[in-house]
């Protein structure tokens, strides 16, 4: 009797790509904040600065969203190959995107209150050291928004190429062709450096305004203004990163592209359809259909080789003979 060897029918489902870059940039943010947090907190006590301890203590509050944007990275790679994980960890690091956004929301609520706050009770500014630390913000912030940049890369992701063959049920794994797609958990990241990089750019705005015109009241405008900007970029990450967690997909081109595929498959109807994302650009389906034929699997596997997104596929045919007893 000859033994299979069941390895070639169980691949790897590390859908994440093969490079670490966006990890090792995240860490470096999360330094370079920490760095310029802690000389604010000290220079702000030191001075009795409340415009340093505020921005110095924001800046703890960026640096807790990077870090979980870091810490997301490695967890995904530590638990890579853990079974429990039925399609990889890639999902940890959209996890970590879509707690960065709700973030984003707490940071907005904040900044909306405490500016209209202001608008209704003005209060002094010491427009002076309040420039300087703005310029400071932007600055760092400026050099963390080139740290996480998306640099396009083309990567693959982990595992082997392997194919699982039953007359019934097909499993195929095809990585040889994937686009790279958006990292959503370094775009979360990316997107709160902005959103600091912009109230950075309002409070000097507002700053130097209120300094040589005597205009008091740009500055909580600018806030508001600010508020409303980084409220719709958080909006847009909730959606991109929540649709990914709840398997939203049927509604995306490539689910298109199988219901095109099988159509062209006489005598065969596809009763059921299932499509979700297991990687930046990756997809797993299941495919049910109905035939009076004798297409196996395979013929309808054949079908969906040229959608390149596809890298996790099980195949059931239900023939109509069944129905009147017979196999």
Known sequence: MTVCNHSRWQPSHDYRPLETTAERQ???VVALTGVTMLVEIVAGYAFNSMALLADGWHMASHMLAIGLTALAYLLARRYAHDPRFAFGTWKIEVLAGFASALLLVVVVAMLAFESLWRLWQPQTIAFDMALWVAVVGLLVNLASAWLLRDTHEHVHSHGPAGGH?????????????QAAGKDLNRHAAFVHVLADALTSVA????????????WDWLDPLMG???AVIIAVWAK????ETGKVLLDREMDNPVTARVRSAMAQEADTELADLHVWRVGRAQ??????????GDGSADRYKARLTGI???VHVTVEVNRCAAEQGTT
């Not at 847009?236 to 959606?239: A, K, M, T, V, Y």
């Open 165 to 177: 063959a039953h007359i019934d049920h097909d499993h195929d794994h095809d990585h040889s062709a």
């Open 283 to 292: 997809f797993a389906c299941i495919v049910s259909v109905v035939t009076h």
């Open 224 to 226: 508001v203004i600010g």
């Open 308 to 310: 390149a997104e596809l």
């Open 203 to 214: 409070a000097i705005f507002a700053l130097a305004g209120g300094m040589w015109l005597g």
């Open 26 to 28: 995240a860490w470096r």
């Open 236 to 239: 847009g990450l909730l959606l």
